[in-house]
């Protein structure tokens, strides 16, 4: 067991974050901040989007951990799609949401918010959730080939990363440590 416990200790201390009513306060504030931020994505033909709708979020994964994660990411998925819905609903895009939130929720959970630590959980989670996983949803949903879809969707994703990395960075590291969402110290 590590200096910040093993996976279950967090998914443990993590689902103890959600009796609280600040808790709830909080994700229902970021939760909204998320959505409006939705609305400012941006899109580029027509199977990829760039937005910026996940910085709450991943303020909600760092704060409260991978068991949080987990249940926020797939409500806040479900909730977007019933104010603002971009195609027909499909459960593979809600699992992805769950699955990023609980990644998220795992690496940056009681963890110094660090660039490095930012990077390699935005690749994990670019790879697995958004390239693999979307792909795989939209080929399916949308009767494209995987293949086709791939290049361009992994393109994408690479060059958001940096940028999803670096903005979190600046927002974890002001938010957070600043404990304006009376966060912890992630210094």
Not at 29 to 52: E, H, P, Q, R, W
Not at 151 to 158: D, E, G, M, Q, V
Request: glycine share 12%; aromatic share 12%; with cysteine.
């Amino acid at each position: 067991m590590g200096a910040f416990g093993s996976i279950g200790e967090k998914f443990r201390l993590s689902i103890r974050e959600c009796r609280s009513t600040r808790t709830v306060t909080t994700c229902g504030m970021l939760a909204a901040a998320g959505i409006i931020l939705g609305s400012v994505t941006v899109s580029v033909g027509d199977y990829l989007k760039i937005g910026f709708s996940t910085l709450p979020n991943q303020c909600i994964y760092a704060l409260y951990g991978p068991s949080l994660g987990l249940i926020f990411g797939g409500a806040l998925d479900i909730v977007k799609y019933i104010i603002r819905p971009t195609g027909p609903f499909f459960p593979g895009f809600t699992f992805d949401a769950m699955l990023a939130g609980m990644i998220y929720g795992i690496s940056y959970y009681r963890h110094p918010l660090t660039m490095k630590r930012i990077m390699i959980t935005e690749f994990i989670v670019s790879m697995i959730c958004n390239v693999f996983l979307n792909t795989l949803w939209i080929s399916v949903l949308y009767g494209k080939g995987f293949m086709l879809l791939l290049p361009a969707r992994l393109l994408k994703n690479i060059l958001q990363l940096p940028v999803n990395a670096g903005l979190f960075y600046l927002v974890g590291k002001t938010v957070l440590n600043k404990k304006v969402l009376g966060g912890q110290n992630f210094d």
